[in-house]
């Protein structure tokens, strides 16, 4: 059963940064390809980011590009997302998630991920 512990997540002013973690409980996330998606109040699950397994590569929202950076470690048990120039609009809940893949570099299906964290709150105030 794959776990995650995040943190991270809190109150900060519009142009602040703040780093998310993701840490795996258990083994090293081997084969998984991970991925952050936020959940603001009344609003659907959105994807944020994406990293590979084993990590060579990432992809983002457009709202993302240029502001945020999601990471893995070597290890393959933490994963993080750097989030640079905060808006209030980036209010929202944030997830880890994993999918299952079958080899180096696969990109999953956005409903392909089957294990998520429990969510860490993210509030930009202007």
């Known amino acids: 059963q794959v776990q995650f512990v995040e943190s991270g997540g809190g109150l900060v002013e519009a142009g602040q940064s703040l780093t998310l973690s993701c840490a795996v409980s258990?083994?090293?996330?081997?084969?998984?390809?991970m991925a952050w998606f936020r959940q603001a109040p009344g609003e659907a699950r959105d994807f944020v980011a994406h990293?590979?397994?084993?990590?060579?590569?990432?992809y983002y929202a457009l709202f993302a590009r240029g502001r945020f950076t999601i990471t893995r470690d070597p290890f393959q048990k933490i994963m993080y997302l750097q989030m640079n120039n905060l808006r209030p609009e980036d209010t929202a809940v944030y997830y880890c998630?994993?999918?299952?893949?079958?080899?180096?570099?696969?990109?999953?299906?956005?409903?392909?991920?089957?294990?998520w964290g429990q969510g860490t709150q993210v509030t930009v105030s202007s």
């Open positions: 990293i590979s397994w084993p990590g060579g590569s990432t």
């Open positions: 998630a994993a999918a299952r893949v079958g080899s180096a570099g696969e990109v999953p299906p956005r409903n392909g991920y089957r294990y």
């Open positions: 258990g083994g090293p996330l081997n084969n998984y390809a």
